[in-house]
């Protein structure tokens, strides 16, 4: 089962899971408006012609899903409501999606009896963490919304893990990009801009650092996560890059990719924007013997080839 299936993450990790795993997928969606519902649809091309994925439209947050689950070997729950600046003005939507979701769907896989749940966080739950490399045990300080229900979405993962006895790993990913990004984020924002020679707004100076993450990557991670055979319940693991550069080191490599300069018009610092995201992804490599593959330079080449076609 993954859910969020048609996603940016969701669908990647759902072609991970059949062409690399040999999995059958049964995908969930709701089809949120947070961005246009065609660019959904696109990002499931490959996967409707595959005779083993099949997508159901459901509400996690009110429809009932049990028979959906009944059977699954695994759930990765990628469903929720994405983006920092939103959630400060919008903090329903982010409850229902990103709170009672997660509950519901902890709740559905007890009743249908499933044996694990990988759960979707991010590295917003540190805020802005005093020590870099970043490891799972530092504190937890979220400076946004958004990093809240993250952060409580993970709480109640564990807490089902030690109360209800329901295996459960959390992954924190780090600043996810690549081909069929959502068009919101930024390396997306700036290769569009890039190509069609339009401005480009940066919040803040630049210099914020952010451990650019792979979807390739994240995918194979999300997939070893829902089949690697020993792991501890309520294990959380980061999922980073490794390799952090600075946002003004993503525009030349984005100019040098495209071979032309960008246009950039500055803005202030972003509210809820932390400084530096830099992770220590040793536990995954220990915990599902996974490691990065995909340099940010690749990476950045197949999300401007798969916007030129």
Not at 104 to 120: F, K, M, Q, S
Not at 136 to 156: F, N, Q
Not at 171 to 200: C, E, H, W
Request: hydrophobic letters at 35%; glycine letters at 10%.
């Amino acid at each position: 089962m993954v859910t969020g299936a048609a996603g940016f993450i969701g669908s990647h990790t759902s072609e991970v899971l059949i062409r690399d795993f040999g999995c059958d997928v049964t995908g969930i969606d709701c089809f949120t408006p947070y961005y246009d519902r065609s660019v959904k649809e696109q990002n499931l091309n490959w996967l409707k012609e595959q005779s083993a994925f099949r997508l159901v439209e459901r509400d996690l947050s009110e429809d009932s899903f049990v028979d959906l689950f009944t059977g699954a070997d695994a759930v990765v729950h990628l469903a929720a409501q994405p983006g920092v600046r939103d959630s400060w003005d919008e903090f329903d939507t982010y409850v229902k999606h990103n709170i009672t979701a997660t509950k519901r769907v902890l709740d559905t896989a007890i009743e249908a009896g499933v044996p694990r749940v990988v759960y979707a966080s991010s590295s917003s739950v540190y805020g802005d963490s005093p020590v870099a490399p970043t490891p799972e045990a530092s504190p937890l300080d979220p400076r946004s919304p958004y990093g809240v229900t993250k952060l409580t979405g993970e709480r109640l993962c564990t807490a089902y893990s030690y109360e209800r006895g329901l295996p459960t790993i959390s992954l924190r990913y780090f600043t996810v990009y690549g081909p069929r990004q959502r068009p919101d984020m930024a390396a997306q924002r700036l290769i569009k801009a890039g190509l069609n020679g339009d401005s480009f707004t940066m919040f803040g100076d630049g210099l914020q650092v952010r451990d650019f993450t792979y979807v390739g990557d994240v995918a194979r991670a999300n997939a070893l996560a829902a089949t690697v055979g020993n792991f501890t319940p309520g294990e959380i693991l980061n999922v980073c890059g490794g390799a952090p550069v600075t946002l003004a080191d993503l525009v030349q490599t984005v100019e040098d990719t495209v071979a032309k300069p960008l246009n950039i018009v500055r803005q202030g610092v972003s509210v809820g924007d932390v400084r530096e995201t830099r992770g220590d992804g040793s536990r995954a490599n220990e915990v599902l013997g996974w490691k990065p593959e995909v340099s940010l330079s690749d990476g950045v080449k197949y999300q401007v080839a798969n916007l030129t076609g």
